[in-house]
C-alpha cells in the first residue's frame, strides 16, 4: 500500500470524525438572513474565499449562482435559507418558530399559485412534476420540498424520474 493511499485514508477517516462530531446549526428565527454565524456556530458552511454573506439577499446570491449555471445553489441550498433571504420570516409560515410543526400546503400557496408553479415546471421531462397523473395539482408540497432537511424526489420510489429538486 502507497504512502499517498494511507494518507487519503487517514484525511478520509479525519474528516468523518470531524463531522460524526460536528455542532448541527442552530435554527433561530430571530437570525438575519445572510448571517451565517448566528446557526453555524464555529465553522462557516461556506469555502473560505467566500464573499462575506452579511447583508446579502437571494437576488445578491444568484449574481454569482445563477439558476442553470454549475453554481447553481438549486438543490445544494435548504429551502429554508432559500425562504429567509428572499425574505420570508419563519413566523410567517410557523405559527410558534421556537417549536415549528410542518406547514401545511394551503399556506405554502399563500405565497406560491399552484397554476403558477405548474406553468413553470411544464417543460421538465419526462414528465411536469406538478401536474402528477395521481394527484393533479393536489399533491403535497412536502412530500417532496423539505424546509430543513434534503428535499426528496417523491415520485422516485415508483418512478426513475430525475428531478431536480430545490
Known amino acids: 500500500m502507497s504512502y499517498r493511499t494511507i494518507f487519503r485514508a487517514i484525511a478520509c477517516a479525519l474528516c468523518l470524525l470531524a463531522y460524526a462530531f460536528a455542532q ?12 451565517c454565524a448566528t446557526c453555524h456556530v464555529g465553522e462557516s458552511p461556506l469555502p473560505k474565499d467566500h464573499v462575506a454573506t452579511s447583508g446579502l439577499a437571494m437576488k445578491d ?12 445553489l438549486a438543490g445544494k441550498l435548504p429551502l ?17 418558530p421556537k417549536n415549528p ?12 399559485d399552484m397554476e403558477k408553479v405548474a406553468e413553470a415546471t411544464a417543460g421538465v421531462k419526462p414528465t411536469n412534476p406538478h401536474t402528477s397523473p395521481h394527484y393533479g395539482k393536489k399533491s403535497d408540497c412536502n412530500l417532496c420540498h423539505h424546509q430543513h432537511e434534503a428535499s426528496e424526489n417523491y ?3 415508483c418512478h426513475k424520474f ?5
Open 101 to 112: 410543526e410542518p406547514v401545511a400546503k394551503t399556506k405554502c400557496m399563500s405565497c406560491h
Open 155 to 157: 415520485c422516485a420510489q
Open 61 to 72: 446570491c444568484e449574481g454569482c449562482h445563477a439558476k442553470g449555471t454549475p453554481q447553481s
Open 162 to 166: 430525475d428531478f431536480k429538486l430545490p
Open 80 to 96: 429554508s435559507h432559500v425562504h429567509q433571504l428572499s425574505g420570508a420570516t419563519c413566523a410567517q409560515c410557523h405559527e410558534d
Open 24 to 35: 448541527e446549526p442552530k435554527r433561530l428565527p430571530e437570525a438575519k438572513p445572510s448571517d
